[in-house]
């Protein structure tokens, strides 16, 4: 079926540093990649989305790539903010399937 | 204007209670969804609808019902409850049934707690 895998565990760093929070994924058919946030206390937005091949979304200083030959789809900030402190899903959808595939999320807490 | 709202935000209740949570968007999308996160953050879809259709139904216990008067609604109710139903509840609506390029647009949750 439709799955994603995020790196396990939660990701702490000081403000300022470069923060990559893995993302795989195995399809059935044709997938659209996403990445939500979810500040604390909030419900899941929109962070960035690619919906093919090679396309990288960005927002905020967030970037993603999707890459088809890894099945992967990263997501990376240069120089993160304690605002930044939130947890992080990577998701998919396949075309056809208006199921949305979540991981598991991470936790990423920025200290000053 | 809020998107997607869900009320209420906290609800606090006894086991054995019966109790809803309601659901409303007003972007004019055609499928609606409830999502169950746990204490770990973990999120598991329970159901969908598409203009009133039940078109996912997860192996959720019978004791939760969905019910969507029309497309802007989808409402939630729990029969009987138990702790493990303890949860934050998410109600979430879409554009299009089939085609990919669109995510979510999620309420802002509900905190259920079970005493």
């Known amino acids: 079926g439709d799955s994603v895998t995020q790196m396990e565990g939660p990701v702490t760093l000081s403000e300022e540093a470069f923060l990559t929070i893995n993302c795989t994924y195995t399809a059935t058919g044709y997938p659209s990649l996403f990445w939500y946030v979810q500040y604390p206390g909030e419900g899941l937005q929109l962070l960035l989305k690619a919906t093919k091949a090679d396309d990288k979304g960005s927002n905020k200083g967030f970037e993603a790539t999707y890459r088809k030959e890894t099945t992967s789809f990263h997501l990376e900030k240069g120089s993160v903010q304690v605002s930044d402190s939130a947890v992080y899903f990577c998701?998919?959808?396949?075309?056809?399937?208006?199921?949305?595939?979540f991981g598991k999320g991470n936790q990423v807490v920025v200290i000053p | 204007d809020t998107a997607v709202s869900q009320t209420p935000k906290y609800l606090v209740t006894q086991m054995g209670n019966d109790k809803s949570i309601k659901c409303e968007q007003n972007l004019g999308h055609d499928t609606m969804y409830w999502y169950k996160q746990d204490s770990k953050k973990f999120l598991k879809i329970m159901f969908s609808?598409?203009?009133?259709?039940?078109?996912i139904n997860e192996t959720v216990p019978n004791r939760f019902s969905p019910k969507s008067p029309d497309k802007a609604h989808l409402n939630l109710h729990i029969n009987s409850l138990e702790l493990g139903d303890s949860a934050v509840y998410f109600c979430?609506?879409?554009?299009?049934?089939?085609?990919?390029?669109?995510?979510?647009?999620f309420g802002s949750g509900t905190r259920l707690t079970v005493v």
């Open positions: 979430a609506s879409s554009q299009d049934r089939v085609a990919n390029n669109y995510g979510y647009t």
């Open positions: 609808y598409n203009n009133k259709e039940l078109i």
């Open positions: 998701a998919l959808r396949v075309y056809g399937n208006n199921r949305l595939a």
